[in-house]
């Protein structure tokens, strides 16, 4: 479902609301407008992201990364 810009005013949402429920404005909602094929080929992508790179890194590549990555969680504020 698409979403819809509405007024953040509360006065000019409830006008918004009185004009749709008179008839008097449209309820539509904008048509979604990205291309099927391309968001196909944008999941594919996402899809094979992290293994691909995770199989081109050596052992000691990847032990590196991990310990950068415990020491950032673990890292106590101060």
Same mark, same amino acid.
Not at 29 to 54: F, Q
């Given at each position: 479902?698409? &979403?819809?810009?509405?007024?953040? %005013?509360?006065?000019?949402? @409830?006008?918004?609301?009185? %004009?749709?429920?008179? !008839? $008097?404005a449209d309820n539509d909602t904008p $048509? %979604?407008?990205?291309?099927?094929? +391309?968001?196909?080929? !944008?999941?594919?992508?996402?899809?094979? !992201? !992290? &293994? +691909?790179?995770?199989? &081109?890194?050596?052992? $000691?590549?990847? &032990? $590196?990364? +991990?310990?950068? @990555? +415990?020491?950032?969680r673990w890292k106590k504020e101060d």
């Amino acid at each position: 479902m698409a &979403k819809t810009n509405r007024p953040k %005013d509360t006065n000019q949402l @409830a006008k918004l609301i009185a %004009d749709i429920a008179t !008839g $008097e404005a449209d309820n539509d909602t904008p $048509e %979604d407008t990205k291309n099927p094929a +391309a968001v196909a080929l !944008g999941r594919l992508g996402g899809l094979k !992201g !992290g &293994k +691909a790179r995770a199989s &081109k890194l050596t052992p $000691e590549q990847r &032990k $590196e990364i +991990a310990q950068k @990555a +415990a020491q950032k969680r673990w890292k106590k504020e101060d």
